[in-house]
């Protein structure tokens, strides 16, 4: 128990280190090498624990999945109503405060970037991409109901805040120095509330 439990440690451990080195130097400068300088482990570890840095690569992109849909469950746990919930959505996503990690958002858009390129982060990336709509239309469908509104659309909206996301996170990456600070949820929540308000009742 306690060998898979170090294990178990040891590993994010790596992954983490790949996500620093990743949103610093992009995934071609990540090497095993400046993945075990920055997780202060020999290169040997590193492959003792992962096959390759594609592996690495994957734990990755699901660890990020986790550690998102984490920071939204602690978010919306004091939520009461479905609007309530859908803020809380918004502001895990782009909010800053607690729980936020700029690096990691680096660290996505190197991610997209890579699911492009190569077919086994597509796959992983798309089935994290999926579940997040799924997510989102989920919220914003039950807030349309508590109004007593139409729920037609819902795929496009959830579609159009993702898309949203995925380019704050992009300019947040590449040019994060000259965008507005916060400008990114409260922009997403006026979208949103406007969106909603504009449905049709049922």
Request: hydrophobic share 50%; net charge positive.
């Amino acid at each position: 128990m306690s060998r898979k439990s170090n294990t178990e440690q040891r590993r994010k451990e790596i992954v983490f280190a790949l996500l620093s080195v990743m949103a610093e130097h992009g995934y071609e400068k990540a090497t095993i090498l400046a993945i075990a300088k920055q997780a202060g482990l020999a290169p040997g570890l590193i492959h003792y624990h992962f096959k390759s840095k594609g592996e690495i690569l994957l734990y990755l992109v699901k660890l990020l999945a986790t550690m998102s849909r984490a920071r939204y469950d602690l978010l919306a746990a004091t939520a009461t109503t479905p609007r309530e919930k859908l803020l809380a959505y918004i502001n895990a996503r782009l909010a800053k405060g607690e729980g936020a990690m700029p690096e990691a958002v680096s660290a996505w858009v190197v991610i997209g970037a890579e699911a492009v390129r190569q077919p086994e982060v597509r796959a992983v990336f798309q089935e994290t991409i999926a579940a997040e709509l799924l997510l989102i239309q989920a919220l914003l469908t039950a807030c349309l109901q508590d109004q007593k509104k139409l729920t037609n659309g819902v795929a496009e909206l959830a579609a159009g805040l993702l898309a949203f996301m995925e380019g704050a996170f992009q300019l947040a990456s590449a040019a994060g120095d000259i965008m507005p600070q916060g400008y990114a949820a409260t922009t997403a929540r006026a979208f949103i509330e406007n969106s909603l308000a504009a449905q049709a009742p049922a």
